[in-house]
């Protein structure tokens, strides 16, 4: 089978283009052709079919200079990009893919694709990975980061009203109209089938007036690489961006509650430079980490927390802990839940308390046979359910219903 994949990224850049990689790889294992669309970023890897991709645009960039023209440029490049339908045609004519299976694309790529893809009588799949379709914000978050749901039932004004997008009444505008263009000309009506992570997501969307033709299948990590430790050592990890939206700011608090407990902090955002100047005694922030290097700060962690203040997906910080024999303290939202289960696969917290969560952090510590016990757990759970295999045979399942 022929297969091309479309993301707007081709880097490791989130959730998204993990899943993306993964999923290429798993069926090249299984001698299936797979074919990249992007858009041409320059960190993107190299690609012999970059060439078939449409331009980077930096939004920022492009706005810098204030003129009708520019904003005219990104508001169709953001919700409709002729460039990238133009793009696609030439590589669905070229190399006629059996099927396409879309992963991100609002926003750069954008759903001006489909019609295009439909035109050729070519089956869409589509994994979603966060709320843009149904939320102009993407996560359900305020500015001052409060749970919203204000836009159900198709009332996207309430974005600029509420200012959600980048606290700017411009950005939010435009979030809310790429949402009423798309919904105006129906462009979802050419998409197969909806491919949903988490229970919690295809829920909200069945919610939203989006279920006919969404089914979950659980993002999977193939674990043969990956040998767990279960010795517990002197710290607990967190991985992922410095934001709010990730709950990094309430899990500095927690820590701080715990003195004498160590805290390894991998990544970088926006707060970075803020908290890592603070000297904090108990918390070392290590930047942005890869390959084997990060590979063993998780192995030799006690355990994760993943404290995030979003609906979030199905969350690979979790999968990579439980593949590593950790158990995971986190937030009980979205589809988080669905993965930690209270002492099996670790612990969870209400996503706004630090106290709850400094709590948890010092019972586990003071529990290290809890520790190896759902440590266990959750290297089993990955192997049962969660493994490669079982995700391709059901990823074939789909494929063949739309062919």
């Not at 050729?120 to 990975?129: D, F, G, Q, Y």
């Not at 500095?252 to 509650?257: E, L, M, S, Y």
């Not at 926006?270 to 000297?279: D, Q």
Request: include cysteine; aromatic fraction near 12%; charge should be positive.
């Amino acid at each position: 089978m022929k297969i091309l994949q479309v993301n707007s990224f081709y880097y490791n850049r989130g959730g998204d283009c993990t899943h993306m990689f993964a999923t290429t790889k798993l069926l090249e294992q299984h001698e299936h052709i797979v074919i990249p669309f992007s858009m041409n970023h320059p960190l993107n890897f190299d690609s012999p079919y970059s060439k078939y991709w449409p331009s980077y645009i930096d939004f920022v960039e492009a706005l810098k200079e204030k003129s009708i023209k520019n904003a005219t440029n990104v508001i169709t490049r953001t919700i409709y990009s002729f460039e990238a339908k133009e793009c696609i045609g030439k590589i669905l004519d070229d190399e006629k893919p059996d099927i396409v299976h879309i992963h991100n694309i609002l926003h750069h790529i954008t759903p001006s694709i489909l019609g295009e893809i439909k035109k050729r009588k070519i089956p869409i799949v589509w994994t979603l990975h966060d709320f843009t379709i149904i939320c102009p914000n993407t996560s359900f978050l305020t500015e001052r980061g409060d749970i919203c749901e204000s836009c159900k039932r198709r009332k996207f004004f309430m974005a600029p009203l509420k200012r959600c997008k980048k606290n700017s009444l411009a950005a939010s505008s435009v979030a809310m109209l790429e949402n009423y263009t798309h919904r105006f000309i129906n462009i979802y009506r050419h998409v197969d089938k909806f491919i949903s992570p988490s229970n919690f997501l295809r829920h909200k969307f069945i919610e939203y007036g989006m279920g006919k033709k969404i089914i979950t299948l659980n993002n999977f990590i193939n674990i043969n690489s990956i040998k767990p430790n279960y010795n517990n050592l002197s710290y607990y990890l967190y991985i992922g961006r410095l934001n709010h939206i990730k709950g990094i700011n309430l899990l500095v608090t927690a820590a701080k509650k715990n003195p004498y407990i160590q805290l390894k902090v991998v990544g970088d955002g926006e707060l970075f430079e803020e908290y890592n100047s603070e000297n904090i005694a108990n918390i070392e922030f290590l930047g942005f980490k890869t390959g084997q290097e990060l590979q063993n700060i998780i192995s030799n962690a006690m355990f994760i927390v993943v404290p995030s203040q979003w609906y979030e997906n199905f969350p690979y910080s979790i999968l990579e802990a439980f593949a590593n024999g950790k158990p995971v303290i986190a937030s009980r939202i979205g589809g988080i839940p669905e993965l930690v289960k209270d002492h099996e696969t670790g612990l969870t917290f209400e996503h706004n308390n630090p106290d709850e969560l400094s709590t948890k952090i010092a019972c586990l510590v003071n529990n290290p046979v809890k520790i190896d016990e759902m440590g266990k757990n959750a290297r089993t759970f990955i192997e049962l359910k969660l493994n490669a295999d079982t995700h391709y045979l059901k990823l074939m399942e789909i494929y063949k219903s739309v062919l």
